[in-house]
């Protein structure tokens, strides 16, 4: 990993668009602060595309592709898509499954859960559970005391042995039945939405992440930042990202923003 300020005026010159994940890399302690909203609107301002990507749930993605300034979130691992246009006031709600295939692997996750809430001590559902479409959701750090690594695993572990995919984040392990995450959901947002095939322009995007789950974009796109909170995955993460910033969460954020966006930085309009 290299330091921000490496990051050269031609990489910058040419990039779109941030693509960046939610939960400790622009949030610290679980809030929001105002200056990484700010940071989404100058990004906005500047004519780039701004993707938010999380495992949050579609209740809170509704509320995020509405109020806030980026183009479009991608939710629950990649489940879906929401797009809001403004123009037209209408939300595009892009579903990677159909509506009774979500509903069959709703009812499968019942029993996922009771395993795991029977075999992990201290795990329990996400508070945000009531929200989702596709997935299930096990905190275990947001709102229960933080879970020892082996624990974290064993979530993971039963997932696996159920036949669903796991992803571990900085606060939840989320599992689903499905082959789809994070990136298939980005391509296809690239191609419905910005008419692109990724594979080529890839390097013309950053990815922002901070934990084990963002390895796969860390992997694909060229240009990768992540806040420091990185360096407390450093045994468990497959990819780290191209460049770190000096600080953790959101004012990490604002560091890979404000790189991004310096005086040299001109602006390529899709």
Avoid at 128 to 139: N, P
Avoid at 192 to 199: A, K, R, V, W
Avoid at 204 to 226: H, L, Q, R, T, W
């Amino acid at each position: 990993m290299r330091p921000l300020h490496e990051m050269s005026q031609a990489i910058r010159s040419r990039l779109v668009g941030l693509f960046t994940d939610i939960d400790d890399t622009i949030t610290t302690d679980g809030r929001l602060p105002a200056s990484s909203y700010a940071a989404l609107e100058r990004l906005s301002r500047a004519g780039l595309i701004t993707l938010a990507i999380t495992g949050r749930p579609a209740g809170w993605c509704d509320m995020i592709a509405r109020f806030w300034p980026v183009s479009a979130v991608i939710g629950e691992n990649g489940a879906f898509y929401f797009q809001y246009d403004h123009q037209n006031k209408q939300m595009v709600r892009r579903f990677i499954q159909p509506i009774e295939e979500r509903r069959a692997s709703r009812e499968r996750l019942k029993h996922v859960e009771a395993r795991i809430l029977a075999e992990v001590k201290g795990a329990a559902v996400a508070s945000d559970q009531i929200y989702r479409e596709s997935d299930l959701a096990i905190d275990f750090a947001e709102d229960v005391q933080k879970l020892p690594r082996e624990a974290i695993e064993k979530i993971a572990n039963i997932f696996a042995e159920e036949g669903a995919t796991a992803k571990i984040s900085s606060i939840h392990v989320n599992g689903w039945f499905g082959k789809y995450d994070k990136l298939a959901m980005t391509q296809i947002f690239a191609n419905e939405f910005m008419n692109i095939s990724l594979d080529d322009h890839k390097s013309e995007y950053v990815y922002c992440g901070d934990s084990p789950n963002d390895a796969p974009m860390f992997k694909y796109f060229p240009i990768s930042c992540g806040v420091a909170n990185v360096i407390d995955f450093l045994d468990q993460i497959e990819v780290l990202p191209n460049y770190i910033a000096t600080n953790r969460g959101a004012a990490g954020f604002i560091e890979i923003v404000d790189a991004i966006l310096s005086p040299s930085h001109t602006t390529n309009l899709l």
